[in-house]
């Protein structure tokens, strides 16, 4: 397969402990981003600072993603994320919980037309820096893009990434293919397509409707398909007893990681139970709400052991 698969962050899920975990047990050329690393009192934030910097990041294709508010927010990250060695960076203007769309990130900087003009010239800043762009079409609007296109058009970017909603939608609701192809077709650089891939099947359909995209980014459907990057890969449609076999050994290794570095079994259920979050259509109703409600360990692994 051509298309490259790129694996999205899912705030409190993908840290390094779930990619090199995932990285490890799966394999694969795929892509890694960190969840979104922001400022707080003007400064990057220590915790994504190592979750960044981790040694479980080690001989993974990881690459940062920034979330911001306005160039000042941009530089402070950027210069941080320079002086630690970044070669690559992924500027979010994609994210729709109205905790960071409310103060002007994510998805609501679409709607900052002055600031985003002023892009070129802060990335500027930073040669040593090559960028790629994750976006929704817009904020309210699902034609907002138009505003955006035309500063990005003059970036030379590696890719951008899409997912074709608008913020007020956050996961529900229809996706726009319609605006997706008038934006593939108007943009200068590389697109890849983000939005409800779950399957194997979800990312041909994408690709034989979007043949001239680049790749495919997934976020949720590799937390509740850990395998569907690799069997993109493969292209083939692993079987459900190879796919749960593979899934509980990834699970049983991040589970003995937590249990040797957290402390109490409710400090390690916390950390550990939302990885299945999104994992009900493969493991089935009965073993995910088990696992969801599973008050010890003991409970829990009798929760997995329905898993079949």
Avoid at 199 to 222: C, H, S, W
Wanted: proline residues 5%.
């Amino acid at each position: 397969m051509e298309k490259r698969i790129y694996i999205a962050p899912v705030q409190g899920h993908t840290d390094a402990a779930w990619r090199h975990y995932h990285h490890a047990s799966y394999g694969g050329e795929n892509p890694y981003f960190t969840p979104f690393i922001r400022c707080e009192r003007s400064e990057l934030r220590k915790q994504d600072l190592r979750d960044y910097t981790s040694e479980l990041n080690g001989g993974i294709d990881l690459e940062p993603q920034v979330i911001f508010r306005d160039m000042a927010e941009l530089e402070i990250l950027l210069d941080s994320l320079s002086k630690h060695g970044a070669e690559r960076v992924n500027l979010n203007m994609g994210c729709p919980f109205p905790l960071q769309t409310g103060k002007g990130r994510g998805a609501g900087f679409l709607a900052k037309k002055e600031e985003i003009e002023r892009l070129p010239d802060t990335l500027a800043k930073f040669p040593g820096i090559s960028y790629s762009v994750k976006m929704r079409l817009g904020y309210e609007n699902p034609e907002e893009w138009r505003n955006v296109l035309p500063t990005l058009n003059c970036l030379d970017l590696r890719h951008i990434d899409v997912h074709p909603r608008v913020a007020k939608q956050q996961y529900g609701g229809e996706l726009n293919l319609e605006q997706f192809g008038r934006l593939l077709a108007e943009s200068r650089n590389p697109v890849v397509f983000n939005g409800d891939i779950k399957t194997p099947e979800d990312i041909g359909g994408v690709i034989e409707r979007f043949p001239e995209i680049v790749g495919i980014m997934t976020a949720r459907g590799v937390l509740g398909r850990p395998s569907l990057a690799r069997e993109a890969e493969e292209c083939r449609t692993w079987s459900r007893e190879e796919r749960i076999e593979k899934m509980l050994s990834f699970h049983r290794s991040l589970l003995h990681h937590y249990s040797e570095t957290l402390c109490g079994e409710a400090q390690i259920l916390s950390k550990i139970r939302p990885f299945w979050e999104y994992a009900e259509e493969e493991i089935g109703r009965k073993a995910w709400k088990a696992i969801k409600k599973a008050g010890n360990i003991a409970k829990y692994h009798s929760a997995v052991a329905m898993i079949e």
